[in-house]
């Protein structure tokens, strides 16, 4: 079946740590793909997005996502992470020639000051 | 207006009632989705809509759900019969095909 993974379900660190997201896609052929941030009390928002082209997408607020195609991965780094970076992060992808997007289940994210 | 909007942003309604829950997306947006939100839980998806018409509805829980969209904009989905388990917060996104998906800020059902 078509589905997109998230490895972490909660993760906690502290200001200045470094970031990791794992996602996974488990389709073949040409993908997009996408991260979404949900911050508390806030919309659900659009991260960064992987089109085509350069694998190394940078998003807002210094988020960045690799692409790496042989191991189906679309994980999301952040080189040192903020308290305000405390959110809900999903990762997410239309399979080919679809319409319908398939978001993993979400990483809770808690930083502390 | 310039996102997607939901209405009504808060609904109480008690155990066995209807609800149902309107979705405006952005204009131009051909695709049109519902997701549930339950606490702790991720994004459940449960129907999405191309123009008027829903190719995918294997999301839907049961057949007291169900949604239509008219005119290739508005969009209500409804719930009959409510339980207990139907309290969620429903959300609503528009694209694109396969763009990005601009969300509403959802509505909370509670069913007492």
């Known amino acids: 079946a078509q589905s997109v993974s998230q490895h972490n379900h909660h993760v906690i660190l502290s200001e200045a740590a470094s970031l990791e997201l794992g996602c996974n896609y488990s389709y073949g052929g040409t993908v997009n793909l996408f991260w979404y941030v949900q911050y508390p009390g806030q919309h659900l928002q659009l991260l960064l997005k992987y089109f085509s082209g350069d694998p190394l997408v940078k998003g807002i607020k210094g988020f960045e996502a690799e692409f790496i195609k042989s191991k189906f991965s679309f994980n999301l780094r952040k080189p040192s992470v903020q308290w305000s970076d405390t959110a809900e992060y999903f990762c997410?992808?239309?399979?080919?020639?679809?319409?319908?997007?398939?978001f993993g289940a979400g990483t809770r994210l808690f930083v502390k000051a | 207006g310039a996102g997607v909007s939901q209405s009504p942003s808060n609904k109480v309604t008690e155990k066995g009632k209807d609800v149902e829950l309107r979705c405006d997306p952005i204009?131009?947006?051909?695709?049109l989705y519902w997701y549930r939100q339950s606490l702790g839980q991720g994004l459940e998806f449960l129907i999405y809509?191309?123009?008027?018409?829903?190719?995918?509805k294997s999301g839907l829980p049961s057949d007291r759900f169900s949604a239509e969209r008219t005119g290739g904009s508005v969009s209500t989905l409804t719930i009959q019969r409510t339980q207990q388990e139907d309290s969620a917060v429903y959300l609503c996104a528009s694209s694109r095909p396969q763009e990005t998906q601009y969300f509403g800020p959802g509505t909370r059902l509670l069913v007492l």
């Open positions: 997410a992808s239309p399979p080919p020639g679809g319409f319908k997007t398939i």
């Open positions: 204009s131009g947006h051909t695709a």
């Open positions: 809509f191309q123009g008027n018409s829903a190719p995918d």
